[in-house]
C-alpha cells in the first residue's frame, strides 16, 4: 500500500509563492512518474505537472514557467514550487501517483490566492 501524504498549502497573495511537498510512503524512484492534480470548486480535476524517471517534467499551459515539479529520492518527496500565483491557481492540490493497474491519491491540501 502506497501513502502519499500532502503539505505546504496555505492562503497566499497573488504574486506570492508556495511550495508544496507531497511525502511517500515508498521510494519515489519506483513510483515514477509522478503527478500534482488540482480542483478548484465546480471544476473537474486537471493535471498540474507530471515528473518521471529520465525525462523532461510535463506541465499544464495554464502554469508553464510559473510552476517546477522536483522530487528527491533521499526524502522520498515530490515538490512543487509555485511562483507568480494569481486567483486562478485557488485549488486544492492532490498527489498522484500510478501503479500498475491502481491510482494512488493523497488527501490534498488548499491553496487560496486571494489579497
Known amino acids: 500500500q502506497v501513502q502519499l501524504v500532502e503539505s505546504g498549502g496555505g492562503l497566499v497573495q497573488p504574486g506570492g509563492s508556495l511550495r508544496l511537498s507531497c511525502a511517500a510512503s515508498v521510494r519515489i524512484v519506483s513510483i515514477l512518474p509522478m503527478a500534482w492534480y488540482r480542483q478548484a470548486p465546480g471544476k473537474q480535476r486537471e493535471l498540474v505537472a507530471a515528473?518521471?524517471?529520465?525525462?523532461?517534467?510535463n506541465y499544464a499551459d495554464s502554469v508553464r514557467g510559473r510552476f517546477t515539479i522536483s522530487g528527491d529520492g533521499a526524502k522520498n518527496t515530490v515538490y512543487l514550487q509555485m511562483n507568480n500565483l494569481n486567483a486562478e491557481d485557488t485549488a486544492v492540490y492532490y498527489c498522484?501517483?500510478?501503479?500498475?493497474?491502481?491510482?494512488?491519491w493523497g488527501r490534498g491540501t488548499q491553496v487560496t490566492v486571494s489579497s
Open positions: 498522484n501517483a500510478v501503479i500498475g493497474w491502481t491510482d494512488y
Open positions: 515528473i518521471a524517471s529520465g525525462g523532461s517534467p
